[in-house]
Structures are given as C-alpha cells and as structure tokens.
C-alpha cells in the first residue's frame, strides 16, 4: 500500500479500485464508503479548478468536524493545492490574519461562523462556500452538484505541500507549517505499525481537525483502509458510546479528555474489549490518569510526543515501556524513543554546543518528517533551522522544548520558549501580552502558565497597572476575551509593582513561575 500511496489525493484512488464497498466514514446517522469518498472528492476537485484554483494554491477548511472536511482535503490534494484548516476557537481577527496570510483562494466554512464572516475582511479569497444554511453564498452540495465525477488526474510533487497547519508565535502572529506529501507520507507506515493499525482498524477520530492530532490521525486511519468514525466536538459520553457501538479499536486523545472520561459514571459499563491502542499526547499526563485509563480500558496505551512543525509524533513510548508501579516505572515521565528517521541532539541554547547525556538542552530533531518551512517567512524558517539544510531537505529542527536524553529516552524538562499547553492547546504568551499591553489601565505585563489538575496548565497574567488606575481582573479577563480565542484567556490576574526582568529587559518568567510550580521537578504538567 505504501508504494501506490505517495500524496493525500491517492489515498481514495487507490482505496476505490481495493475495497470500494467499504465503509470509510461515519459520521452521526451517516457513512460513505470509499466509493462515496472518491466520487465527493472528484466533484470537489473540478469545483475547484472552476473557481480557478491552481497546484500548490491555498484553500481553507472553517469549522468544527465535519465529514466536509475530508472530501475537501481528499479533492484539494487531487488538485496539488494545500488544504488550511483554520482553528474555530480562534476571534474573527486571529481568522482573518490567518485566512490573508494564506491567501486562500477558497474557504469552506460552516454556518455556525458566519457571524465570524461578517467580521473579516479577506483580501484573496475568490469563492465562499458554506456547509449547512449558506445565507447570501453558495451551498456546498450546490457547489458540487454539477461537477464532473472525473478525477482530473493533476500532477502532484513529492515534495509539494499539502497541509499549512497554523501554529502560534512568540512574536504574536500565527505561523503557518508547510507539511509536504514527503512528510506524511515516509512517516505513515512506521505510524501505523507502532499504532497497531491495518485495513481492519476502526479509528475514532476526536480531536479538532484544526490539529494534526485531529487531521494527520484521521489521514493514517484512511491510508490503512480502515474506518473512520468521526465526532463533531469532544464529549466524554458520546465517547464512551461510539466505543463499544462501533468497535473502535484505536484512538488518540489529549490527556485531559482521558481525566473526563475517567469522571464518567458509565465508564465502567462501558465494553473496551475492542480497542487495541490508545495514543495519548500533545501533553503531559499525570500516573493517576494514565493508570487508571488502564486499568479502565484494559488496551495497550501508546505515548506520543512531537510537533506540528515535525508532522507529528517524532518519538514513541510503547505498551511494553508503560509499566506503572515496576522496575521501569521512570519511564512513564519520559517521551519514549526516537522512531523511524528521527535523530535528536540536545544542544545548548546558547552556545549550540551539544549536551551530554543526562544534561538539559534545547531539543533539536533531524528527520524527513520536519516541515518544508514557514509560509512566506523565511526569518522564522532561518530561526528553526539554524544550521540550514542539506541538499536533499534535511536539517536540525529547534523544537522550543528543554529535556534530556538518558538511555535513549528522551525527556522533557521545560520549556524554551514561554509556551503554555492548556488542555492540549499551545498557548503563547506574547499573543495575550500584546493584547494587555494595549488596554490604558495596563503599564506591564508578563503571562505565565500555573499547574490546574483539570488542564495540566492555566494562563496567569501579572500587571502592573498604570499610576492612578485600578482595572479588575474581570474587566482584564473581559478585554483578553474580546480579542482572543477564550481559551487563551487568562484564568486569573495578578498585580505586581515591579515585573523583574535582566539587564537586557527580558522578563524573568523562570522566577515568576517559581512560587506556583514549588519545589516539582519539571515545569510543565
């Protein structure tokens, strides 16, 4: 399978012409087999072509999970274009940027954001499409009810792009990773095999779609041939549901959702007999969760730990490591192993040198999973690679996490640059602190992340008002949520006279955290 498969439009190609009859995709009270999956995407394709979509233009994907979305990403990949899927929890604002930044030629959006529409200003989107009631634009099933149903056949590059996943920045502004078929496409069979997934697996698809989480673990349940089961929006109780109803029998989920299903009175009526994997990840979990999901569920559990910028897991803690309360039970803080391609240094932020074993550094990854780049930002493109790339892509990734290597496991320590990971969210800090900087009452201001047991993280603002002013910490909280995405909210505010900062004005957020991380041994939940 793996030799026919080499970009995301060939997955339904090649799935029709194998097992056209079988069910790749359910989504509440409907299914598509990988017939109906190939036809959709064909009429999306030549949809595409008419609204004058060209290889390698972007179009942009705007809403919670729905079934759309794979019939856009399987038609925009028959068309060499690159699917953007823009995160729904995002302002209208932060959409725009990311929307403009992309240039996205088309946007296929839900009804649920068309309030969010009415707010942007996009400077290069052609065509506006809408999922459910479409108001003054054009209905998806309008869209592509008069399309061909041949698959166009476009030539499609190896190394071509063809997902831009946006990822936050330290400066603010979102970035977008560049992720090519290449990328996903050397990494899909070492996935599958430590995922434990094959043609007959029923993959529960959870997470937002927005994440490589939700997308990219979607992608490897349908290059296996296998099903999808689909759900709109995280519920712990459907969940539990579609389990046993389906016989799902790989999943990944955050470790936060794995705390909610934990506090479901129907846990334990639930039938697990099914499931053969649980991948967890995106962000630290707690022995409690992780032994107890075990215990609960009876399967394997599988750890993951990587980035959007790496396509994903770049290493892997397997069943056989996860050995809670015996001789190897240390493992269980660590993020497994490098898998596939992937080597790891761990190198000294400051000088570069590299670190010994056991000694805390930056973690650096070098492997063919590493993203193309940024969009049209060669400066954060140089800064992530700073020792450039050889003639066939490769190069050392700065992946921002602090950690060490010991025995080949690699374990994370810290992190390099300030980010906060809330319930699996990336946050950063310098989005919520531009916003604060600007509110009148606001002289300073430096944002942290504080341990929650819900979360894993929670956001913190501490300010120093302006002389003479006096602003709450709801109206603080209000003005942050006017202009972000709510999850990136502080959850509380703090003032301070002075933020302490070193000689060059860098804010000492090491010493700000102290006081709410104590004496833990890591900095991150």
Request: proline share 5%; with cysteine.
């Amino acid at each position: 399978m793996s030799g026919t498969i080499r970009s995301i439009g060939d997955i339904t190609r090649t799935h029709v012409a194998e097992r056209p009859t079988k069910t790749a995709l359910h989504y509440q009270d409907r299914s598509w087999t990988y017939a109906d999956l190939d036809l959709e995407a064909n009429h999306v394709a030549n949809a595409m072509l008419e609204a004058g979509v060209d290889p390698q233009d972007r179009v942009a994907f705007l809403d919670k999970n729905s079934p759309e979305y794979f019939t856009f990403l399987f038609g925009a990949g028959k068309v060499n274009a690159v699917t953007v899927a823009v995160n729904w929890r995002l302002a209208a604002p932060e959409m725009e940027y990311i929307l403009n930044n992309a240039k996205a030629k088309v946007l296929l959006i839900g009804e649920d954001f068309l309030g969010h529409l009415a707010k942007m200003n996009l400077t290069a989107t052609a065509k506006v499409v809408v999922i459910g009631q479409s108001g003054d634009y054009e209905n998806y099933q309008d869209w592509i009810g008069s399309q061909s149903e041949e698959d166009p056949q476009i030539e499609v590059g190896w190394e071509d792009t063809c997902y831009q996943l946006y990822t936050s920045g330290t400066t603010g502004l979102p970035k977008g990773v560049e992720l090519t078929n290449k990328n996903f496409f050397e990494m899909m069979p070492i996935g599958s095999s430590e995922w434990y997934f094959d043609e007959d697996s029923v993959n529960l698809v959870a997470m937002p779609l927005f994440h490589i989480a939700g997308s990219g673990w979607g992608v490897v349940g349908l290059y296996n041939g296998g099903s999808n089961v689909l759900l709109r929006d995280i519920d712990p109780a459907e969940i539990l549901q579609l389990i046993p109803k389906y016989g799902i029998t790989n999943a990944l989920l955050v470790p936060a959702v794995l705390q909610f299903l934990l506090m479901m009175p129907t846990l334990h009526d639930t039938d697990f007999s099914s499931m053969r994997a649980m991948v967890y990840g995106a962000s630290p979990i707690t022995e409690q969760v992780l032994v107890g999901s075990m215990k609960a569920m009876g399967c394997k559990f599988v750890q993951a730990y990587g980035l959007t910028e790496t396509t994903g897991g770049i290493t892997i803690l397997r069943a056989d490591d996860h050995d809670p309360g015996g001789p190897r039970a240390d493992l269980l803080r660590s993020a497994g192993q490098p898998w596939g391609d992937v080597e790891l240094r761990i190198v000294d932020a400051v000088s570069g040198d590299e670190m010994a074993a056991g000694e805390v550094g930056e973690v650096w990854c070098r492997s063919s999973q590493n993203m193309l780049g940024y969009w049209a930002n060669e400066q954060a493109t140089a800064e992530a690679f700073p020792e450039g790339k050889d003639n066939n892509g490769r190069g050392w990734f700065r992946t921002g996490d602090a950690g060490y290597l010991r025995d080949g496991y690699l374990f994370i320590h810290d992190r390099v640059k300030d980010m906060i990971v809330s319930g699996g969210e990336n946050i950063y800090p310098a989005e919520i602190e531009n916003v604060l900087m600007a509110h009148d009452a606001v002289a300073d201001v430096a944002v942290i992340g504080v341990p929650s047991d819900k979360w894993g993280e929670t956001v913190k603002a501490i300010v120093t008002p302006v002389d003479g002013s006096d602003p709450t910490e709801d109206e603080l909280i209000a003005y942050c949520r006017e202009n972000l995405a709510h999850y990136k909210c502080p959850t509380s505010v703090e003032r301070m006279e002075t933020i302490p900062r070193n000689p060059s004005g860098k804010v000492l957020k090491t010493e700000l955290r102290k006081p709410y991380w104590g004496d833990r041994e890591r900095m991150v939940n």
